[in-house]
């Protein structure tokens, strides 16, 4: 599959393109400046745009047959992650490409706590609140958006760090995943997995899924 990538630099993205890459798809990383260090594999196409600009979002799609975007803002700028989703949305709208989006895990519901969400816990760090407020809107972007996007949202477990690639991993959908211990964690690498599971064989459309060990 021709497969692009925005935010493809990051933590998540970059672990992404190694996965669509070892799979043998044609992946396509778009970046703000090509002129800038990347660090990615030689085989990944370069393209300059921005996702919060539908026109640059469009043109990055055309003649692909997915979209990710992996796309995370700078403390004190989650604001921007708003502005991105409704750039996406836009330019995808009317284009049949999917647009398959890494979220965040704070709008999951807590198992037993009456549908109170992640983010709504006393307990939930302060110092990431802003960031999962900011992908809870997301999520609502993309459930409010036209029925002409093709999307699908991953929700990771709230605990998501680089780490090993195992491929052992349980699906859900709106509730967050724990284990016995009651512990909710994936790393980034088999969230990757479970990212390109769905660009293949597509389960979740128009939906939100998690994954979590």
Excluded at 29 to 53: E, S
Excluded at 134 to 150: K, T
């Amino acid at each position: 599959m021709r497969i692009t990538v925005f935010g493809a630099t990051g933590n998540v993205g970059s672990r992404v393109v190694t996965e669509a890459l070892a799979r043998g798809h044609q992946v396509t990383a778009v970046v703000r400046d090509q002129a800038k260090p990347h660090g990615l594999p030689a085989t990944v196409a370069l393209v300059t745009g921005d996702a919060r600009n539908p026109e640059d979002v469009a043109r990055t799609a055309a003649g692909q047959d997915v979209v990710i975007t992996a796309t995370r803002p700078a403390p004190g700028s989650e604001h921007e992650l708003t502005v991105a989703t409704k750039g996406l949305l836009a330019g995808i709208a009317g284009t049949g490409v999917r647009l398959l989006a890494v979220g965040g895990a704070g709008s999951l519901t807590v198992p037993g706590a009456g549908g109170a969400t992640l983010v709504e816990d006393p307990g939930f760090p302060a110092d990431i609140r802003p960031i999962a407020l900011a992908c809870s809107e997301q999520l609502d972007l993309y459930r409010a958006a036209d029925a002409d996007v093709d999307w699908t949202y991953l929700s990771p477990a709230a605990l998501l760090e680089p780490g090993e690639r195992t491929g052992r991993f349980r699906l859900g959908r709106d509730e967050l995943l724990v284990d016995a211990d009651g512990n909710s964690a994936i790393s980034m690498e088999d969230l990757a997995i479970a990212l390109l599971d769905e660009v293949e064989r597509p389960a979740h459309r128009l939906t939100r899924f998690t994954a979590a060990y």
